[in-house]
């Protein structure tokens, strides 16, 4: 009896889901707010709250109510099960956040069989969008940034590249966006080298590369503790960014990377879509604010969040707060505003977004390093997707 | 439990374990209410279910013949490639794919017992932790056949007999569940109450002794691993099959990991610790990851500490002592 009484009272210790309110708007967020990446879920988070904060929790006469739920890390057994509980315990309307490519998929089939309306804020591989036909990308997709690279790095003088990636989903992406675009230019390259994901120590792959005196170096190294890695690396076998030209994704120079990087970090050159540093009065606003609110800069995860947002909120004005999946996914499709990154839109047929993605180098400003958007490519798609429809 | 530990002849011994008693019927009757009660938490019960078969697997090589696996998701995640990679390449079909999950996990746990049965303690922790990240970079490299990190996509279950679907709501993921994890709970019931059985726990206390007597100890290791390795690999499967999507996170260390977390606080040797532990570190998880999600795996170390001081036979281990204690009195 004993176990039985204890089973018992842990379920009872559950309590029972609520009831959905008349007039109010459920939106669950799944995130994975503790483990390694729980930075990013913050940072993205936060900027969630604060497009709330800005502009009130009511759209269309209807109030917002937030349903947090953490993923604990890659998950995707876990994501799709807090989806399915999301749905029919709490009712929840929309579904949001994601900031991991296997958790979004998985919840993906979740919001395709509820026919729930679902705003992917930053999981970055192309097929995500096409798990669920009620699906929106607010972020970027990988292949975007680095096929844009590949193409401006043709067009600028380039003609060989040394490639250098981890070897896992979004570094092999990544190499292979950027390498099919840089050959599609009529660029060559020299070498491909696969670097253990958790191997934080380049010193031989970087030495490869050295010896082979390319004339650029292509690198994809997850975001976080690596990029700080490599560029110490970089520094310590004498390969300098001005002469050899170093180029990637991003992320490998955000704002925590160049704190550590320091001046080995020089004339790298990154294409990217958001970084605090990006010059307009919206985003001089969106980053003081963020900073006043949380005391620090935001970053993509944060850029991802806020336009997230912003979208759920379009679409309910235009729908006069009809939440239903449907309407509310034709309501995104075309859909175009300015954010803080600069001119977005959502593309009407993959529901993904176009945007442009800015060539950066790292310069010493105020002596600090930051990243100098010095040229960019406009109205960017989802080159993946493109190629498939073809 | 301990009312037959008076009895005379090993036979009858086992007769008396092997024999229902009301604690269990009402158990498993109670793992029924989730049906009525709560039928809004039914996935995740399913998926409870489906931890706890996990940890009854791990219970049957440490908590009775005594091996210590860090690296115990080896046979989960096989378990689950195999089933889904069986469902993404046409074969959708869940009580053969559970079949097929069960036969992988089974072929290479027979093949890894063989190291396995050498070796004891710290060693065996270091085996099992290297096995366990040799096939978890293994899943990886494997890119084109695993998805790598993206996770296996295009896994499409069809319905169990034409049909059950598998459903939002988790009904069909719950019963399936469930009755795999009975089933398979019968069976490693049957075989710890056996003289097999009671010889691994010969192994566990004393493994030279064992062979002294005339009871090769290293063929029992072999086989008990198996039949581990096997129910690991349908627990596998099951998770693959009712979500439908299989990551590089069923064969990582994290799993290995909390499954041990889970037996311990349940109660090791126990049969049902596993099946508690799981109920409440699942429970505990879900709860506390709703409201503090930042901070709930504090409050399962806090448990774990306070139940390993405490209750060093874990909880099913101290409710246990505590009824005896009760009997005494009375």
Known sequence: MRKALVAAAIFAALGSGTASAQGTIKIGIILPYSGQFADGAAQMDNAIKLYVQQNGDTVAGKKLEFIRKDTGGIAPDVAKRLAQELIVRDKVDILAGFLLTPNALSAGDVSAEAKKFMVVMNAATSIITTKSPYMVRTSLTTPQVNASLGTWAYKNGIRKAYTMHSDYGPGIDAEGAFSKAFKEAGGEIIGTVKMAVANPDFSAYVQRAKDLNPESIYVFVPGGAQPAAFGKALAERGIDPQKIKVMGQGEITDDSALKSMGDGALGIITAFHYDPNHQSAMNKKFVADFNAAYGRNPDFFSMGGWDGMHAIYAVLKKTNGDADGEKLISAVKGMAWESPRGPISIDPETRDIIQTVYIRRVEKAGGKLVNVEFDKVENVKDPVKAAMKK | ?330
């Open chain 2, 1 to 330: 439990m301990t009312a037959a530990a008076a009895a005379t002849s090993p036979h009858a011994w086992l007769q008396a374990q092997a024999r229902w008693n009301r604690t269990e019927i009402a158990f498993w009757l109670a793992t029924l209410l989730p049906f009525w009660l709560f039928p809004d938490y039914l996935v995740l019960a399913s998926q409870i279910a489906i931890t706890a078969l996990f940890a009854l697997s791990l219970d049957l090589i440490l908590g009775y013949a005594g091996i210590v696996s860090l690296g115990h998701a080896a046979f989960f995640g096989l378990g689950a490639y195999t089933a889904g990679l069986a469902a993404k390449y046409g074969w959708g079909e869940p009580l053969t794919g559970l079949m097929l999950g069960a036969l992988a996990a089974g072929i290479v746990g027979y093949a890894a017992s063989f190291i396995i049965a050498r070796f004891r303690h710290l060693a065996l922790i270091m085996i099992t932790l290297g096995m366990g990240l040799l096939l978890a970079e293994l899943a990886n490299s494997l890119h084109w056949l695993t998805g790598g990190t993206d996770g296996l996509q295009g896994v499409k279950m069809w319905p169990i007999f034409n049909k059950f679907r598998f459903d939002l709501y988790g009904t069909t993921a719950y019963s399936y569940s469930l009755i795999v994890l009975f089933l398979c709970f019968l069976v490693a019931r049957r075989i710890i109450n056996s003289p097999f059985g009671l010889s691994l726990r010969g192994i566990r206390e004393n493994p030279l002794r064992m062979p002294a007597l005339g009871a090769s100890s290293r063929a029992h290791l072999r086989k008990i691993y198996t039949i581990s390795a096997v129910l690991a690999g349908i627990a596998g499967a099951l998770l693959a099959q009712t979500t439908e999507t299989v990551s590089l996170e069923v064969l990582g260390f994290q799993r290995s990991a909390d499954v041990l977390v889970i037996l311990i606080l349940g109660g090791a040797g126990r049969l049902y610790g596993g099946l508690v532990g799981a109920i409440i570190f699942m429970v505990a998880r879900d709860q506390f990851s709703g409201n503090t999600p930042q901070f709930w795996y504090f409050w399962i170390g806090a448990l774990l500490i306070a139940v390993v001081m405490f209750l060093p036979n874990g909880i099913l281990g101290g409710l246990a002592k505590l009824s005896s204690a009760w009997r005494s009195r009375a």
